[in-house]
């Protein structure tokens, strides 16, 4: 379906900007994303050349200035999202958002993850978190964050090593009981025979 945005709309301001920097830098947007006078002659100049990626725009988080490669169709979508405040979560304009600040938390299955070792040993050998784009995931920037990757992406890994700890504080707390009743009992005033 084709989407025809009213020429001084500060959403047509927005995806016209976007697009013509993702002109600029050889992509191309499919052709019924969107009709803009302005626009049609781009996009067919950057048709004929050799482009390769087709498909995504960046947007960046109001907020926390996070960009996010989105699907050409879900950008209207995207920037529809508003805050409790009224104004748009998504913004195409990287000027308008805060600076983004890269986390440095791993995810739990990453390659040089700290307790690749102990992973390994609980059966998740040679699972690891999937590349984007040539990296793995490593820019979280909270513990929240990190489960909530691990719940979503990794699922059945995220249960094992939640199965794992629970079994490892069931066995501590069971040593722990051990070692106090073996302490009690050392302590007990001898019964006397008779």
Partial sequence: MTQVFEPGTALEEQIREAAIDDLKRGKVPTPD???HPELQGLAQDAAMGTTQTVGTITMYHTMTGQPSEVLEYMVAKKLGHKRPDGKSWWTLNKDSAPAWVRGTIKCQLHPEHEDREWLDSIGLQGRTCSPLRGRHKQNMDSDFALERHMEVKHPREWATI????????????RDFQRALMTQLAGNAPAKKAG
């Fill in 33 to 35: 994303w969107f009709v």
């Fill in 162 to 173: 939640q199965r794992e700890h629970a079994r490892v504080e069931q066995q501590e707390e």
